[in-house]
Protein backbone atom coordinates (compact mmCIF):
# COMPACT_ATOMS: atom_id res chain seq x y z
CA UNK A 1 0.00 0.00 0.00
CA UNK A 2 2.80 2.10 0.77
CA UNK A 3 4.73 1.72 -2.55
CA UNK A 4 1.44 2.26 -4.42
CA UNK A 5 0.80 5.58 -2.36
CA UNK A 6 4.71 6.56 -3.04
CA UNK A 7 4.34 5.49 -6.86
CA UNK A 8 0.54 8.05 -7.16
CA UNK A 9 2.36 10.80 -5.01
CA UNK A 10 5.24 10.69 -7.75
CA UNK A 11 2.75 11.52 -10.54
CA UNK A 12 -0.52 14.17 -11.36
CA UNK A 13 -2.76 14.18 -13.69
CA UNK A 14 -0.45 11.29 -15.29
CA UNK A 15 2.74 13.69 -16.28
CA UNK A 16 5.77 12.85 -14.38
CA UNK A 17 6.04 14.71 -11.15
CA UNK A 18 8.43 15.87 -8.92
CA UNK A 19 12.18 16.73 -11.00
CA UNK A 20 15.09 17.51 -8.25
CA UNK A 21 17.82 19.96 -9.02
CA UNK A 22 20.45 21.46 -6.91
CA UNK A 23 18.90 25.02 -7.81
CA UNK A 24 15.67 25.93 -8.97
CA UNK A 25 15.47 29.63 -10.01
CA UNK A 26 11.69 31.33 -10.15
CA UNK A 27 12.11 33.99 -12.77
CA UNK A 28 13.95 34.37 -16.15
CA UNK A 29 14.23 37.89 -16.91
CA UNK A 30 17.60 39.65 -16.35
CA UNK A 31 18.38 38.60 -12.51
CA UNK A 32 17.19 35.10 -12.76
CA UNK A 33 19.41 34.78 -16.04
CA UNK A 34 22.43 36.52 -14.46
CA UNK A 35 21.72 34.09 -11.45
CA UNK A 36 21.98 31.12 -14.22
CA UNK A 37 25.15 32.36 -15.72
CA UNK A 38 26.77 31.53 -12.54
CA UNK A 39 25.40 28.32 -11.21
CA UNK A 40 26.09 27.29 -14.76
CA UNK A 41 29.80 27.90 -13.97
CA UNK A 42 29.37 26.40 -10.64
CA UNK A 43 28.47 23.19 -12.65
CA UNK A 44 25.36 22.39 -10.15
CA UNK A 45 22.16 21.46 -11.57
CA UNK A 46 19.73 23.79 -11.67
CA UNK A 47 16.43 24.36 -13.57
CA UNK A 48 14.92 28.62 -14.38
CA UNK A 49 11.12 28.38 -14.57
CA UNK A 50 9.63 31.58 -16.17
CA UNK A 51 5.94 32.63 -16.27
CA UNK A 52 6.09 34.03 -19.73
CA UNK A 53 5.56 32.00 -22.88
CA UNK A 54 8.91 33.87 -24.13
CA UNK A 55 12.27 35.12 -22.88
CA UNK A 56 11.82 39.02 -22.00
CA UNK A 57 8.44 38.50 -21.74
CA UNK A 58 8.08 41.65 -19.36
CA UNK A 59 9.85 43.72 -21.41
CA UNK A 60 7.99 42.60 -24.50
CA UNK A 61 4.17 42.63 -22.69
CA UNK A 62 4.50 45.54 -19.90
CA UNK A 63 6.33 48.17 -21.44
CA UNK A 64 5.39 50.62 -24.13
CA UNK A 65 6.42 50.71 -27.51
CA UNK A 66 8.54 53.85 -27.04
CA UNK A 67 10.18 52.91 -24.27
CA UNK A 68 14.11 53.35 -23.78
CA UNK A 69 16.08 52.29 -21.31
CA UNK A 70 17.89 55.28 -18.82
CA UNK A 71 20.96 53.88 -19.02
CA UNK A 72 23.30 53.49 -21.96
CA UNK A 73 24.22 49.90 -23.44
CA UNK A 74 27.40 50.55 -21.74
CA UNK A 75 25.84 49.54 -18.16
CA UNK A 76 23.09 47.49 -19.83
CA UNK A 77 25.16 43.80 -20.19
CA UNK A 78 24.83 40.77 -18.04
CA UNK A 79 27.76 39.10 -16.93
CA UNK A 80 30.07 37.43 -19.84
CA UNK A 81 28.32 39.18 -22.76
CA UNK A 82 28.15 43.11 -22.69
CA UNK A 83 25.04 44.35 -24.35
CA UNK A 84 25.59 44.29 -28.38
CA UNK A 85 24.85 47.63 -29.03
CA UNK A 86 26.78 51.08 -29.05
CA UNK A 87 28.23 51.88 -25.65
CA UNK A 88 26.31 55.22 -25.73
CA UNK A 89 22.97 53.97 -27.42
CA UNK A 90 19.91 53.26 -25.01
CA UNK A 91 18.47 50.36 -25.75
CA UNK A 92 14.72 49.82 -26.28
CA UNK A 93 12.60 47.64 -24.11
CA UNK A 94 12.31 45.15 -27.23
CA UNK A 95 15.98 45.65 -28.12
CA UNK A 96 16.46 44.28 -24.32
CA UNK A 97 14.05 41.27 -24.31
CA UNK A 98 15.55 40.11 -27.90
CA UNK A 99 19.12 40.40 -25.78
CA UNK A 100 18.07 38.61 -22.90
CA UNK A 101 16.59 35.72 -25.24
CA UNK A 102 19.93 35.82 -27.06
CA UNK A 103 22.09 36.06 -23.83
CA UNK A 104 19.80 32.49 -22.37
CA UNK A 105 20.21 30.58 -25.76
CA UNK A 106 23.86 31.70 -26.21
CA UNK A 107 24.81 30.27 -22.41
CA UNK A 108 22.57 27.35 -23.05
CA UNK A 109 20.32 28.39 -19.58
CA UNK A 110 18.01 25.76 -18.91
CA UNK A 111 14.90 28.31 -19.13
CA UNK A 112 11.34 26.46 -18.83
CA UNK A 113 9.04 29.24 -20.21
CA UNK A 114 5.13 29.07 -19.26
CA UNK A 115 6.01 27.93 -15.89
CA UNK A 116 3.38 29.93 -13.38
CA UNK A 117 4.50 28.96 -10.24
CA UNK A 118 1.61 28.19 -7.75
CA UNK A 119 3.10 27.56 -4.32
CA UNK A 120 6.73 27.40 -2.93
CA UNK A 121 7.22 25.22 0.17
CA UNK A 122 9.49 23.86 2.56
CA UNK A 123 10.19 19.87 2.11
CA UNK A 124 12.49 18.59 4.70
CA UNK A 125 15.56 20.13 4.44
CA UNK A 126 14.81 21.34 0.85
CA UNK A 127 12.01 23.23 -1.28
CA UNK A 128 9.14 22.24 -3.32
CA UNK A 129 7.83 23.95 -6.19
CA UNK A 130 4.38 23.28 -7.92
CA UNK A 131 3.69 24.85 -11.25
CA UNK A 132 0.67 23.45 -12.25
CA UNK A 133 0.56 19.83 -12.67
CA UNK A 134 4.30 19.92 -12.53
CA UNK A 135 6.46 19.68 -9.19
CA UNK A 136 9.93 20.14 -8.87
CA UNK A 137 12.24 19.92 -5.90
CA UNK A 138 15.76 21.54 -4.72
CA UNK A 139 17.80 22.30 -1.84
CA UNK A 140 17.93 25.70 -3.11
CA UNK A 141 15.72 28.06 -4.29
CA UNK A 142 16.03 31.72 -6.00
CA UNK A 143 13.18 33.99 -6.07
CA UNK A 144 14.21 36.19 -9.40
CA UNK A 145 10.65 37.41 -10.29
CA UNK A 146 12.10 41.31 -10.33
CA UNK A 147 10.47 44.09 -10.33
CA UNK A 148 6.97 43.51 -12.46
CA UNK A 149 4.35 42.44 -10.22
CA UNK A 150 0.86 42.89 -9.94
CA UNK A 151 -0.11 46.79 -10.95
CA UNK A 152 -1.06 48.95 -8.20
CA UNK A 153 -4.40 51.04 -9.28
CA UNK A 154 -6.18 53.26 -6.68
CA UNK A 155 -9.30 51.67 -5.02
CA UNK A 156 -11.14 54.08 -6.41
CA UNK A 157 -10.67 53.71 -9.98
CA UNK A 158 -14.21 51.35 -10.88
CA UNK A 159 -15.90 54.77 -9.85
CA UNK A 160 -15.14 56.41 -12.63
CA UNK A 161 -17.64 56.69 -15.48
CA UNK A 162 -17.08 53.63 -17.85
CA UNK A 163 -16.76 55.98 -20.47
CA UNK A 164 -13.24 57.10 -19.39
CA UNK A 165 -11.04 54.73 -20.85
CA UNK A 166 -8.38 53.94 -18.08
CA UNK A 167 -5.68 51.85 -18.13
CA UNK A 168 -2.46 50.79 -16.11
CA UNK A 169 0.79 52.12 -17.73
CA UNK A 170 2.30 48.11 -17.97
CA UNK A 171 -1.05 48.17 -20.39
CA UNK A 172 -0.47 51.48 -22.42
CA UNK A 173 1.29 50.83 -25.66
CA UNK A 174 1.17 53.87 -27.60
CA UNK A 175 -1.73 56.89 -28.30
CA UNK A 176 -3.40 54.68 -30.58
CA UNK A 177 -5.40 53.20 -27.78
CA UNK A 178 -6.95 56.37 -26.58
CA UNK A 179 -10.22 58.39 -27.04
CA UNK A 180 -10.26 61.89 -28.33
CA UNK A 181 -10.50 64.30 -25.51
CA UNK A 182 -8.02 65.05 -22.25
CA UNK A 183 -5.99 62.47 -20.93
CA UNK A 184 -4.78 62.48 -16.73
CA UNK A 185 -1.57 60.61 -16.16
CA UNK A 186 -1.95 59.43 -12.62
CA UNK A 187 1.61 59.49 -11.13
CA UNK A 188 4.74 61.54 -12.22
CA UNK A 189 7.44 59.87 -11.89
CA UNK A 190 9.78 58.61 -15.14
CA UNK A 191 6.76 56.58 -16.56
CA UNK A 192 4.51 59.12 -16.18
CA UNK A 193 6.48 61.94 -17.57
CA UNK A 194 7.87 59.40 -20.49
CA UNK A 195 4.52 58.23 -21.66
CA UNK A 196 2.84 62.36 -21.03
CA UNK A 197 5.56 63.71 -23.52
CA UNK A 198 4.36 61.24 -26.29
CA UNK A 199 0.43 61.53 -25.45
CA UNK A 200 0.99 65.27 -25.18
CA UNK A 201 1.43 65.35 -29.18
CA UNK A 202 -1.85 64.68 -29.82
CA UNK A 203 -4.25 65.00 -26.37
CA UNK A 204 -4.47 67.46 -23.77
CA UNK A 205 -2.44 66.21 -21.09
CA UNK A 206 -2.66 66.50 -17.14
CA UNK A 207 0.19 65.19 -15.03
CA UNK A 208 -1.11 64.35 -11.51
CA UNK A 209 1.16 63.82 -8.49
CA UNK A 210 4.56 64.74 -6.40
CA UNK A 211 7.29 66.18 -8.08
CA UNK A 212 10.08 63.20 -8.09
CA UNK A 213 12.59 65.94 -8.82
CA UNK A 214 15.08 65.29 -11.47
CA UNK A 215 19.04 64.40 -12.59
CA UNK A 216 21.17 67.46 -13.02
CA UNK A 217 22.34 66.47 -16.54
CA UNK A 218 20.66 65.43 -20.14
CA UNK A 219 21.42 61.49 -19.96
CA UNK A 220 22.18 61.75 -23.75
CA UNK A 221 24.23 64.94 -24.10
CA UNK A 222 28.27 64.73 -24.68
CA UNK A 223 28.32 66.07 -20.38
CA UNK A 224 26.64 62.47 -20.02
CA UNK A 225 29.89 60.78 -21.17
CA UNK A 226 31.69 61.98 -18.33
CA UNK A 227 29.19 62.35 -15.62
CA UNK A 228 27.47 59.02 -15.88
CA UNK A 229 30.30 56.89 -15.03
CA UNK A 230 30.33 58.59 -12.02
CA UNK A 231 26.71 58.48 -11.33
CA UNK A 232 27.30 54.73 -11.82
CA UNK A 233 30.03 54.45 -9.80
CA UNK A 234 28.03 56.28 -6.70
CA UNK A 235 24.85 53.78 -7.43
CA UNK A 236 27.05 50.89 -7.40
CA UNK A 237 28.94 51.03 -4.94
CA UNK A 238 28.48 54.33 -2.30
CA UNK A 239 24.72 53.92 -2.34
CA UNK A 240 24.46 50.39 -1.10
CA UNK A 241 23.11 49.06 2.37
CA UNK A 242 26.45 48.68 3.89
CA UNK A 243 26.93 52.36 3.35
CA UNK A 244 25.39 55.04 6.18
CA UNK A 245 23.86 56.98 3.30
CA UNK A 246 22.85 53.94 1.03
CA UNK A 247 21.05 52.92 4.37
CA UNK A 248 19.69 56.49 4.78
CA UNK A 249 18.28 56.64 1.40
CA UNK A 250 17.14 53.18 0.76
CA UNK A 251 13.87 53.92 2.01
CA UNK A 252 13.26 56.81 0.57
CA UNK A 253 13.91 55.11 -2.60
CA UNK A 254 11.41 52.02 -1.95
CA UNK A 255 8.84 54.20 -0.72
CA UNK A 256 8.88 57.00 -3.91
CA UNK A 257 11.26 55.51 -6.32
CA UNK A 258 13.88 57.37 -8.57
CA UNK A 259 13.90 61.31 -9.71
CA UNK A 260 13.05 61.79 -13.13
CA UNK A 261 15.86 60.62 -15.85
CA UNK A 262 15.20 61.35 -18.90
CA UNK A 263 12.30 64.32 -18.89
CA UNK A 264 12.66 67.38 -17.01
CA UNK A 265 10.45 70.03 -16.25
CA UNK A 266 11.46 72.36 -18.81
CA UNK A 267 10.46 69.31 -21.42
CA UNK A 268 6.76 68.66 -19.45
CA UNK A 269 6.15 72.90 -19.98
CA UNK A 270 7.25 72.97 -23.76
CA UNK A 271 4.86 70.27 -24.70
CA UNK A 272 2.08 71.78 -22.88
CA UNK A 273 1.54 69.14 -20.03
CA UNK A 274 -0.26 70.78 -17.16
CA UNK A 275 1.33 69.26 -13.85
CA UNK A 276 -1.46 69.04 -10.83
CA UNK A 277 -1.72 67.59 -7.55
CA UNK A 278 -2.25 64.23 -6.38
CA UNK A 279 -5.37 62.13 -7.57
CA UNK A 280 -7.29 61.20 -4.72
CA UNK A 281 -10.84 60.01 -5.65
CA UNK A 282 -14.03 60.46 -7.76
CA UNK A 283 -16.56 62.27 -7.92
CA UNK A 284 -19.86 62.04 -10.56
CA UNK A 285 -17.33 59.67 -12.19
CA UNK A 286 -14.82 61.85 -12.84
CA UNK A 287 -11.39 62.54 -11.06
CA UNK A 288 -11.00 64.68 -7.99
CA UNK A 289 -7.34 66.53 -7.44
CA UNK A 290 -5.88 66.85 -3.73
CA UNK A 291 -6.42 70.95 -4.29
CA UNK A 292 -10.53 70.07 -4.81
CA UNK A 293 -10.33 70.21 -8.72
CA UNK A 294 -12.49 68.13 -10.59
CA UNK A 295 -11.09 66.91 -13.96
CA UNK A 296 -13.45 66.35 -17.18
CA UNK A 297 -10.82 63.77 -19.03
CA UNK A 298 -11.86 61.01 -21.76
CA UNK A 299 -9.16 58.70 -20.47
CA UNK A 300 -6.67 58.00 -17.23
CA UNK A 301 -3.39 56.38 -17.64
CA UNK A 302 -2.69 54.82 -13.83
CA UNK A 303 1.49 55.29 -14.04
CA UNK A 304 1.09 53.83 -10.47
CA UNK A 305 3.87 51.30 -10.08
CA UNK A 306 3.64 47.72 -8.93
CA UNK A 307 2.94 46.04 -6.16
CA UNK A 308 5.05 42.86 -5.81
CA UNK A 309 2.99 39.54 -4.57
CA UNK A 310 4.61 36.71 -3.13
CA UNK A 311 1.57 35.07 -1.62
CA UNK A 312 2.89 31.66 -3.05
CA UNK A 313 5.51 32.10 -0.97
CA UNK A 314 4.94 29.85 2.01
CA UNK A 315 7.85 30.45 4.13
CA UNK A 316 7.99 32.04 7.07
CA UNK A 317 10.29 34.70 5.88
CA UNK A 318 8.38 38.00 5.78
CA UNK A 319 7.98 40.69 7.55
CA UNK A 320 5.20 43.18 8.79
CA UNK A 321 5.44 45.24 5.49
CA UNK A 322 4.93 41.61 3.56
CA UNK A 323 8.39 42.57 2.22
CA UNK A 324 11.14 39.28 2.42
CA UNK A 325 13.03 40.01 5.24
CA UNK A 326 16.75 39.15 3.67
CA UNK A 327 20.78 40.21 4.20
CA UNK A 328 22.08 41.12 0.62
CA UNK A 329 19.52 38.35 -0.99
CA UNK A 330 19.78 35.85 1.47
CA UNK A 331 16.98 34.86 3.39
CA UNK A 332 16.68 33.37 7.13
CA UNK A 333 14.98 29.99 5.82
CA UNK A 334 18.35 28.47 5.03
CA UNK A 335 18.59 27.51 1.20
CA UNK A 336 16.40 30.63 -0.04
CA UNK A 337 17.68 33.89 -1.53
CA UNK A 338 16.18 36.51 -3.16
CA UNK A 339 18.00 39.02 -6.29
CA UNK A 340 16.26 41.62 -8.65
CA UNK A 341 14.50 43.19 -5.84
CA UNK A 342 14.70 46.91 -5.53
CA UNK A 343 17.79 48.42 -3.67
CA UNK A 344 18.45 44.98 -2.49
CA UNK A 345 22.20 45.73 -1.78
CA UNK A 346 22.53 48.85 -4.15
CA UNK A 347 20.58 51.43 -5.84
CA UNK A 348 21.47 49.45 -8.72
CA UNK A 349 20.16 46.24 -8.04
CA UNK A 350 17.75 46.02 -10.59
CA UNK A 351 19.09 47.36 -13.34
CA UNK A 352 19.64 44.60 -16.47
CA UNK A 353 23.26 46.34 -15.84
CA UNK A 354 23.47 46.11 -12.07
CA UNK A 355 22.00 42.54 -10.82
CA UNK A 356 25.44 40.88 -11.80
CA UNK A 357 26.61 41.74 -8.42
CA UNK A 358 23.68 40.60 -6.45
CA UNK A 359 23.57 36.57 -8.40
CA UNK A 360 26.95 36.34 -7.99
CA UNK A 361 27.20 36.78 -4.45
CA UNK A 362 24.50 34.53 -3.82
CA UNK A 363 25.70 31.60 -5.70
CA UNK A 364 28.56 31.71 -3.77
CA UNK A 365 26.49 31.61 -0.89
CA UNK A 366 24.90 28.24 -2.02
CA UNK A 367 28.04 27.22 -3.20
CA UNK A 368 29.56 27.61 0.70
CA UNK A 369 26.04 25.24 2.03
Partial sequence: MAIQEAALDSRRGGVPTGEKFDTIVIGGGQAGLAVGYYLKRSGSSFVILDASERIGGSWRTRTWNSLRLFTPARYDGLPGWPFPAPGWSYPTARETADYLEAYAARFELPVRTGMTVDRLSKHGDGYVVECGEHRYEAEHVVVATGFYGTPSVPAFAPELDPRIVQMHSSEYRDPSQLRPGGVLLVGAGNSGADIAMEVS???????????????????????ARFVLPILWFVASHVLTVKTPIGRKVRPHVLANGAPRIRVKADDLLAAGVERVPKTVGATDGRPVLEDGRILDVANVIWCTGFRQDFGWIDVPVFGGDEAPQHDRGVAAEPGLYFVGLDFLYAFTSENVGGVYRDARYVVKQIASR
Fill in 201 to 223: KTHRTWLSGRDKGQVPIRIESRL
